[in-house]
C-alpha cells in the first residue's frame, strides 16, 4: 500500500512516503507564509515514487493555514491519481514513544486548548480553557504524564516542544480499522468558523 503522509500544522512540517520497504520522511521549518519547501518535497516524492494510493493528512489543531494547503494538495492528488483521501488530528501523531500524553496549545482570544491522546486516539479535547482553568487541569494529572506543546508557553513550563510526524502519520495509515476522518475535510476549528454573511440587499422597483 503507497501512503503518503502530509502534516502541516505545526512550526515544522513533514511529509512521509511509505510502501513497503520503501520509506522516506523529510521536515522543514513551516514558514507559514511560503509553502514553497512543502511543493518541492512533495514533487520530489511523486516523481521518485509515483502517486500514492492514500494520502493522509494531518488536521492540526494549529496552523489553519498550513493545514487548508495540506488539504488542498491531497485533494489534487486525488482529482488527478484517484488515490484515497484521510485525515486524523496532528496531536494524535506526536513524535514522542509515550502511550498517553496531553497536547496543550495557544487558543487565542486569552485562551487555551488542552487534549489527551492515548494510544494514537483522541480521547478528551480538544477543549479551551482560560490560563488559570488549564493550570488548575494541568495540576490534576499524575506527574508522570507527559505534556507537550508545538509552540513556546512560558505560561506553563512544565510543557514540551514536540511537533507532529509525518512519518508517523503515515505509519498509522496502515491500520485501515482505525477511526479515519473521511472528505470533505476540514482543519479542526478550536472555535466556530466566524462566517460573514452579505448584507442583504434592498429590492428597489
Known sequence: MKILALELSAPR?????????????????????????FFENLDNVVKKFGPPQITIVGLGPGSYAGTRIAISAAIGLQASTGA???????ICAMECDAQEYCVIGDGRRKSFFFARIRVNE???????FSEEELK???ATL????????????PQ???????????R?????????????TLPPLEPMYLREPHITLPKAQGITS
Open 122 to 128: 483522541l480521547v478528551e479535547g480538544p477543549d479551551l
Open 142 to 153: 499524575g506527574n508522570d504524564m507527559p505534556i507537550f506543546c508545538c509552540e513556546p508557553l
Open 168 to 180: 508517523l502519520l503515515a505509519r498509522l495509515a496502515q491500520d485501515l480499522s482505525r477511526n479515519f
Open 156 to 166: 506553563f513550563p512544565e510543557a514540551v516542544i514536540h511537533y507532529p510526524s509525518a
Open 13 to 37: 512540517g513533514s511529509l512521509a512516503w511509505l510502501d513497503g520497504e520503501a520509506k522516506l520522511a523529510r521536515d522543514w521549518p513551516n514558514d507559514r507564509k511560503n509553502s514553497a519547501a
Open 84 to 90: 484515497r483521501m484521510i485525515g486524523l488530528p496532528s
Open 136 to 138: 488548575n487541569k494541568l
